[in-house]
C-alpha cells in the first residue's frame, strides 16, 4: 500500500485451531465450491487461460421431468424449459404493467443528449479519462456492447483495438491475453467463447480480483440471455450486434459494478444475513413452507437491503452464492418491482445456464424493504404463487415477524463497540462451509466515502495477499502508517481484521481468540443455521 511499510509474517500455528462460528456441514443450503481459490488456480493450471466459465445446465428440465413423472403428466416433460430458451427476453410479462427493462420515461434521444451534456459520459473529457475503472464488453469479431461509462457507438476504434491485441495473441501462440500493466494502470482480459470482457483499472484490485469482477459481469449478461441462447445467436452472427437483446439491462450491470466497488460479499463469495433472532426466522421459514409448498417451485427466497432473511429450497438443489447475488442485484436494480407483484424470467448461470426460472417477485412492506422472491420452473403459476404470498404475509403480520424485520433494518447491522475488544476498528468473518459473512457498521475513523474506500482497499490488498496463487498464506500481520491488518484462513473460515496502528502481534492475536467467541456466541443471530426444504 502506498505510504506504508509492510511487515509480514506468515505462520499457521500462531493461532489455535478453534471451532467454526456459523457452520453447519449437515444443512447446507448454498453451494461453496467455485470460489475465488477455485478460479485463480483454474488461470494458473490453464496453457491458454480461461475460455469457458462452468455454468450448469439441465437442472431445469430434470426438476421438470420429474414434476412430470410425480403428476403421471406423460405430455409435460421438458417443454417449458426448452420454450423458455426461445423466447425473446425483451418481452417480459409484468403484472405491474411496468417492464424491468424500461423503466425509464426517457426517449432515446434524450438519453444521448443527457449522455453529452455529462463529463463522465463523454469520451472526449478528462473525468472519462479518469475513472478508477472501466468496464467494456465487446463480441468476439469486436462488436461493441457495453460500457461503464460512455456511449459504446464512440468507442468502436477502442474496442476494435482490443478485439485486435486479443487475436493477436492467440493467433501467435495459441494463448489467452490476461493482463497488460501500463504506469498506475491494469488492463485485464477475460475470453469467452463469444465475448470478450475487459477492466481498464487504476484501483486497488489485483489482477485476479478484476478478472473476479469481470466473471460475475459475464454471468450477468447470461441471466438475462442464457447461455444457450447467446451461442445459438452468434453460431449464426458472428456479426450479430447484442444491444438489441441487452438493451435496457445495462443497468443490471451498471449497479453489478457499483456493488462491487464497495460490498465484500462478493469479494468473499459469501452473502450477508439480516440479524434476527433465531425464533424469528425459524417462523419465517415455516410460513413460507406451509403456505409456499407448490410443485415446481424451487427457491422462495426473502431479502431486505441485500441482506438475506431466509431461503427455503427444493430438496437435492442448493444456490450458488453467485447466483444469489445475481437476485440481490436484479431486485436492487429494479424500481418497477417496487409498484406491484411482478413476474419475471431469470438465469441462475450456476443452477442452470441454459434456460430460465420464472420468479414472482413483491414487497411485503409499506416501505418496500421486504422482498419475497418465489423462483419456479412452470411459466403459468403467476396466480398461484400471488395467492401463496398473501396466506405467507398473513402468517408473517399475525406473528409480528415483519415489524421484527423492520426494527431490525431501522437499528443496522451492529457496532464494533458490541464486540467489546480494544482498537479493534472493523473485521470481516465468512463461513465457508455455510457461504455466509458477517461485519460491523462502519464507524470512525471511516466514515467519510474516502476513509471508507481506504478501508476497502486494505481489506482488497489483505485478501490478495492471503489467496495469492503464486504463494497463498494461512496467516497475515501486516503494519501500516494508519492500521495493523491481520487475515487469518482455515479450511472452515476467512477472518480480515482492522486494527489501530500500535497494536502488536500478540495483542492481535488475542483479540482475534475472543473475537471468534463472540461470533459463535451471536451466530444464532447473525447466520442462518437451519435451511428447510419444500
Not at 450448469?56 to 430434470?62: L, R
Not at 460475475?216 to 452472427?237: A, E, G
Not at 437491503?305 to 444456490?319: D, E, F, G, S
Amino acid at each position: 500500500m502506498a505510504g506504508e511499510v509492510p511487515h509480514c509474517q506468515a505462520d499457521p500455528e500462531l493461532i489455535a485451531d478453534v471451532e467454526e462460528p456459523g457452520a453447519r456441514a449437515d444443512n447446507i443450503f448454498m453451494v461453496t465450491t467455485d470460489s475465488y481459490e477455485d478460479l485463480t488456480h483454474s488461470l494458473d493450471d490453464s496453457h491458454t487461460g480461461i475460455t469457458r466459465d462452468r455454468l450448469a445446465s439441465g437442472t431445469i428440465s430434470a426438476i421438470t421431468r420429474e414434476g412430470s413423472l410425480e403428476s403421471n403428466d406423460n405430455n409435460s416433460s421438458n417443454l417449458a424449459a426448452e420454450t423458455a430458451m426461445k423466447e425473446d427476453m425483451g418481452n417480459l410479462t409484468i403484472v405491474s404493467q411496468d417492464a424491468v427493462f424500461q423503466e425509464t420515461s426517457e426517449t432515446e434521444a434524450e438519453i444521448k443528449d443527457a449522455v453529452i451534456t455529462d463529463p463522465k459520459e463523454d469520451v472526449r473529457t478528462e473525468e472519462w479519462k479518469n475513472q478508477k475503472k472501466h468496464v467494456f464488453i465487446l463480441s468476439s469479431a469486436g462488436k461493441p456492447i457495453y460500457s461503464r461509462y460512455g456511449t459504446e457507438d464512440k468507442l468502436v476504434t477502442l474496442m476494435g483495438v482490443m478485439q485486435a491485441l486479443v487475436s493477436f495473441v492467440q493467433d501467435n501462440d495459441g494463448n489467452s491475453l490476461r493482463s497488460i500493466m501500463a504506469a498506475d494502470h491494469k488492463y485485464v482480459f477475460l475470453v469467452r467463447e463469444q465475448l470478450i470482457l475487459v477492466a481498464a483499472a487504476k484501483s486497488y484490485e489485483s489482477v485476479h480480483q478484476l478478472i473476479f469482477q469481470l466473471t460475475y459481469v459475464y454471468n450477468q449478461v447470461i441471466s438475462v440471455l442464457t447461455y444457450t441462447q447467446l451461442q445459438k445467436i452468434f453460431s449464426q452472427r458472428r456479426n450479430y450486434d447484442l444491444r438489441r437483446l441487452l438493451n435496457g439491462a445495462e443497468k443490471f450491470i451498471d449497479n453489478l459494478l457499483n456493488l462491487m466497488d464497495h460490498d465484500p460479499s462478493i469479494l468473499l463469495g459469501a452473502v450477508r444475513c439480516l440479524p434476527l433472532a433465531s425464533n424469528v426466522r425459524d417462523i419465517i421459514a415455516q410460513s413460507i413452507v406451509q403456505h409456499a409448498n407448490v410443485k415446481d417451485l424451487v427457491f422462495a427466497i426473502l431479502i431486505a437491503n441485500n441482506q438475506l432473511i431466509t431461503m427455503v429450497r427444493m430438496k437435492k438443489y442448493p444456490l450458488h452464492p453467485s447466483d444469489l447475488h445475481l437476485i440481490f442485484n436484479l431486485v436492487n436494480a429494479s424500481e418497477s418491482f417496487k409498484s406491484g407483484e411482478s413476474w419475471t424470467p431469470i438465469c441462475l448461470p450456476k443452477f442452470d445456464s441454459s434456460g430460465y426460472l420464472y420468479a414472482h417477485v413483491s414487497y411485503l412492506d409499506v416501505k418496500c424493504q421486504t422482498c419475497l422472491l418465489l423462483l419456479t420452473v412452470d411459466r403459468d403459476v403467476f396466480f398461484t404463487l400471488a395467492d401463496c404470498k398473501q396466506k405467507i404475509v398473513q402468517r408473517l403480520s399475525r406473528y409480528n415477524c415483519l415489524q421484527a424485520i423492520s426494527e431490525s433494518l431501522s437499528k443496522g447491522c451492529y457496532s464494533i463497540g458490541q464486540v467489546d475488544i480494544p482498537d479493534l476498528r472493523h473485521f470481516m468473518y465468512k463461513s465457508k462451509s455455510t457461504a455466509q459473512f458477517t461485519s460491523p457498521e462502519l464507524e470512525a475513523p471511516y466514515t467519510t466515502k474516502e476513509e471508507q474506500e481506504r478501508l476497502y482497499g486494505l481489506y482488497l490488498y489483505l485478501h490478495n495477499r492471503i489467496h495469492s496463487p503464486s504463494r497463498p498464506l494461512k496467516i497475515l500481520f501486516h503494519v501500516g502508517s494508519h492500521e495493523t491488518l491481520l487475515g487469518w484462513v482455515t479450511s472452515g473460515f476467512e477472518l480480515y481484521a482492522v486494527f489501530g496502528p500500535l497494536v502488536t502481534k500478540p495483542v492481535a492475536i488475542n483479540s482475534i481468540n475472543k473475537l471468534l467467541k463472540w461470533i459463535k456466541k451471536e451466530e444464532d443471530r447473525l447466520f442462518i443455521l437451519n435451511a428447510p426444504t419444500f
